[in-house]
T-cell receptor, first 110, second 112 residues
Framework: SQQGEEDPQALSIQEGENATMNCSYK?????LQWYRQNSGRGLVHLIL?????REKHSGRLRVTLDTSKKSSSLLITASRAADTASYFC??????????FGKGTRLSVIA | EAGVAQSPRYKIIEKRQSVAFWCNPI?????LYWYQQILGQGPKLLIQ????????DSQLPKDRFSAERLKGVDSTLKIQPAKLEDSAVYLC??????????FGSGTRLTVV
């Protein structure tokens, strides 16, 4: 079963705009991770936020976590055509399996 | 460090045929996972190994899927016989407590 559910399922924006994706999960977590997947490729780790953190930044990425609402958001600022990909949230840590949501397909139009 | 290696990159087979995928994890990563990702969905865990022992295979369709990890390093995932609904990307990942998870590029299987 899927732990996370991303919203929206698909998002299309113009280059330079910001893109926001949301993730809801069901059970208590130690951390939450976001991954990117280009078409036909493997998963690339973007950022990890721990359960005691509320916000984290990495370059053009900003992730928030609200454990009371069991939700997280990923913001990509000043998007580029190269950001076109599917984005997944995942829960799991250490040597336990990651459980993924269904993903958000982002299209950035040049 | 070198990444997780998977082969083949692509495979097309007819239904009822058999197929095998290979994965070489990052050196020193004791934990290895196989995921199935159907088009438009997130990856779903099939099986988890710790060294060469199975930790979780509850979602592996054991009537047709099998996996092994010899000597706690490389792993193979086999499907026999394949069905049309097995068309998916099969991802291998390895993990460690210190460095987290690393995914391979996946094998795209098409069953016709």
């Amino acid at each position: 079963s899927q732990q996370g559910e991303e919203d929206p399922q698909a998002l299309s924006i113009q280059e330079g705009e910001n893109a926001t994706m949301n993730c809801s999960y069901k059970t208590s977590i130690n951390n939450l991770q976001w991954y990117r997947q280009n078409s036909g490729r493997g998963l690339v780790h973007l950022i990890l936020i721990r359960s005691n953190e509320r916000e984290k930044h990495s370059g053009r990425l900003r992730v928030t976590l609200d454990t009371s609402k069991k939700s997280s958001s990923l913001l990509i600022t000043a998007s580029r055509a190269a950001d076109t990909a599917s984005y997944f949230c995942a829960t799991g840590s250490g040597n336990t399996p990651l459980v993924f949501g269904k993903g958000t397909r982002l299209s950035v139009i040049a | 460090e070198a990444g997780v290696a998977q082969s083949p990159r692509y495979k097309i087979i007819e239904k009822r045929q058999s197929v095998a995928f290979w994965c070489n994890p990052i050196s020193g990563h004791a934990t290895l996972y196989w995921y199935q990702q159907i088009l438009g969905q997130g990856p779903k865990l099939l099986i988890q190994f710790q060294n060469n022992g199975v930790v979780d295979d509850s979602q592996l369709p054991k009537d047709r899927f099998s996996a092994e990890r010899l000597k706690g390093v490389d792993s193979t995932l086999k499907i026999q016989p394949a069905k049309l609904e097995d068309s998916a990307v099969y991802l291998c990942a390895s993990s460690s407590e210190a460095y987290g998870y690393t995914f391979g590029s996946g094998t795209r299987l098409t069953v016709v």
